[in-house]
T-cell receptor
Framework: DAGITQSPRHKVTETGTPVTLRCHQT?????MYWYRQDPGHGLRLIHY???????DKGEVSDGYSVSRSKTEDFLLTLESATSSQTSVYFC????????????FGSGTRLTVV | GENVEQHPSTLSVQEGDSAVIKCTYS??????FPWYKQELGKGPQLIID?????GEKKDQRIAVTLNKTAKHFSLHITETQPEDSAVYFC????????????FGKGTKLSVIP
């Protein structure tokens, strides 16, 4: 999607290893979000950021941490990956949520074996 | 916090027929309601939205209606085509410093040629 890039697109990792997913935006939007998508659960918010170094937890934050040291980058870290974290992860950005909603990235498919 | 219920979870229609997806929300302060379409292997994409001061909005074959009194809103797709097959998500924004959308769990729409 224009202005937002997720990397990697696919990753297979072993249980117990740390994993970092990256979201990069070129839109200079203030808000950034990490969601996970699983069958039957829709989109669940993991963490979000409302500015550089300003982050907060979502509904499924256990086992995840985030960092935002620059406006354009929002990193999601799985501290010690578990099989229950196998999922598709989406990053989203927004400047005015109440007017334009979000723009989503293309997603990262993570498999923990 | 806000809670959004979406129905049905799956919907099959014949090509050319209409499709309707309904959502209800719990927070009467919610004032912005976007709809997203997610095609296979892609991130959700905004297709239409409506604000609380408007009762209906149309964009070609898609329309959204909002009933603030009943706290529900609906997506209407007319003259469905196979390329309308996707997962659709409704969302609500309640503001008050939440910085985030609350999503329904999604509806998988299948248009049968």
């Amino acid at each position: 999607d224009a202005g937002i890039t997720q990397s990697p697109r696919h990753k297979v990792t072993e249980t117990g290893t740390p994993v970092t997913l990256r979201c990069h935006q070129t839109e200079n939007h203030r808000y950034m979000y990490w969601y996970r998508q699983d069958p039957g659960h829709g989109l669940r918010l993991i963490h979000y950021s409302y500015g550089v170094k300003d982050t907060d937890k979502g509904e499924v934050s256990d086992g995840y941490s985030v960092s935002r040291s620059k406006t354009e980058d929002f990193l999601l870290t799985l501290e010690s990956a578990t099989s229950s974290q196998t999922s598709v992860y989406f990053c989203a950005i927004s400047e005015y949520v109440e007017s334009y909603g979000y723009t989503f990235g293309s997603g990262t498919r993570l498999t923990v074996v | 916090g806000e809670n959004v219920e979406q129905h049905p979870s799956t919907l099959s229609v014949q090509e050319g027929d209409s499709a309707v997806i309904k959502c209800t929300y719990s927070d009467s302060a919610s004032n912005y309601f976007p709809w997203y379409k997610q095609e296979l292997g892609k991130g959700p994409q905004l297709i239409i939205d409506i604000r609380s001061n408007v009762g209906e909005k149309k964009d070609q074959r898609i329309a959204v209606t909002l009933n603030k009194t009943a706290k529900h809103f609906s997506l209407h797709i007319t003259e469905t085509q196979p390329e309308d097959s996707a997962v659709y998500f409704c969302a609500a924004y309640s503001g008050a410093g939440s910085y985030q959308l609350t999503f329904g769990k999604g509806t998988k729409l299948s248009v049968i040629p």
